[in-house]
């Protein structure tokens, strides 16, 4: 039970406690009536951060992003405003969907932590926020590659070599770039080109010796070297303007 409270000053301590303590939900229900009858005072800007972080840890992303990005607008100025904005993307985050489905809020997410490195230079959470992005960027290089990969068993060979390509120039610094360069010699191989995929793999086994992405080559290259000459696909299809 929460104990009483008679004044707006007393409510946002009694909040400011409850936060501490994580009690998002207690804390919720103090600072909302706080905010609304207490728009002109000092200390609204950290009821309404503290309000979004109330709305994102109990998951409530989207009412989350709402508080953080007023924040944002109505109070530039305030000491929260750079936090308001790294915590702006945990919210659009939040929201985003696993790798196989539409990446909207994981591009969304990355856009806003790009924009709070640039904006905020030095800030306490840069460290973190650019570990943020690296998950975005991966995850997104994932949903290339997946789409790749898709187009490849269903024999669509330049549509696969598209999107693996773009995994390639637009991704070159996630974990991911090295399935696509295998990708693209896989595409070789079904087209037919057998000795250019071969040659391909080699020069990454010479590149990448002693790397996972050297070994991986290595076994590729047997693959093909096994298989021999690979029949092309029957028809050239369209390549698609955006994913599945």
């Not at 405003?81 to 696993?98: I, K, M, T, V, Y």
């Not at 969304?108 to 640039?118: D, N, S, T, V």
């Not at 896989?186 to 391909?200: F, H, K, P, S, V």
Request: aromatic share 10%; charged share 30%; hydrophobic share 40%.
């Amino acid at each position: 039970m929460m104990p009483a409270v008679h004044s707006d000053a007393e409510r946002l301590e009694l909040a400011r406690r409850l936060a501490r303590e994580r009690d998002w939900v207690n804390a919720l229900a103090l600072l909302k009536p706080y905010i609304d009858r207490n728009a002109g005072s000092a200390s609204v800007d950290e009821a309404i951060y503290l309000l979004g972080e109330c709305y994102l840890y109990t998951k409530d992303y989207p009412n989350a992003a709402v508080e953080f990005e007023r924040l944002e607008r109505d109070y530039p100025e305030s000491d929260s405003s750079g936090a308001a904005a790294f915590r702006l993307g945990e919210a659009l985050f939040g929201q985003s969907r696993p790798p196989d489905f539409d990446q909207e809020f994981t591009a969304k997410a990355l856009e806003q932590w790009q924009r709070y490195r640039r904006d905020y230079p030095g800030h306490w959470l840069e460290a973190e926020a650019d570990r943020r992005i690296a998950t975005c960027r991966a995850r997104l290089a994932s949903k290339l590659l997946s789409t790749a990969e898709l187009y490849l068993k269903l024999r669509q060979i330049e549509p696969a070599r598209v999107y693996f390509r773009r995994v390639e120039e637009e991704y070159a610094d996630t974990p991911l770039v090295g399935d696509a360069m295998i990708g693209g010699a896989r595409c070789d191989a079904l087209q037919g080109r057998t000795a250019e995929a071969i040659a391909y793999l080699k020069e990454l086994e010479t590149r990448f010796a002693g790397q996972p992405l050297g070994a991986r080559a290595a076994q590729e290259r047997a693959r093909i070297e096994r298989m021999g000459n690979v029949r092309p696909p029957k028809e050239v299809h369209r390549i698609p303007d955006t994913p599945p």
